[in-house]
Nanobody, 127 residues
Framework: VQLQASGGGSVQAGGSLRVSCEASGGALSRYTTAWFRQAPGKEREFVANIRRSLSSSTTAYADSVKGRFTISRDNAKNTVYLQMNSLQFEDTAVYYC???????????????????WGQGTQVTVSS
């Protein structure tokens, strides 16, 4: 599967953005898909994931974004979204989507859990 991330941009603190991860070559409903982010000088960190449809599309979030970000999937558009509200300066990063067909019982919050990656989209929040 090939992933294409888009929708990043610049926004003031307190604002909202939605980033998208569109897939080709495979149905995202059969994949667990995640968003990670990487700020300058920092390691890539988990943001949120959504399990495959067979796993009830269960979602999980990093504590730092819980209550502000929402991950969702549109099977008809073969796209996973990350709606980001109440953005903070600390949310500034390049956002990457990853996907895997592996079924893992664990939290799947590590980059090694994902085999396929998009190219990243920049999100900049000004304070």
């Amino acid at each position: 599967v090939q992933l294409q991330a888009s929708g990043g941009g610049s926004v003031q603190a307190g604002g909202s953005l939605r980033v998208s991860c569109e897939a080709s070559g495979g149905a995202l409903s059969r994949y667990t898909t995640a968003w990670f982010r990487q700020a300058p000088g920092k390691e890539r960190e988990f943001v949120a994931n959504i399990r495959r449809s067979l796993s009830s599309s269960t979602t999980a979030y990093a504590d730092s974004v819980k209550g502000r970000f929402t991950i969702s999937r549109d099977n008809a558009k073969n796209t996973v979204y990350l709606q980001m509200n109440s953005l903070q300066f600390e949310d500034t990063a390049v956002y990457y989507c990853g996907a895997t067909q592996r079924h893992v019982l664990g939290p799947m919050t590590d980059t090694s859990d994902y085999a396929y990656w998009g190219q990243g989209t920049q999100v900049t929040v000004s304070s």
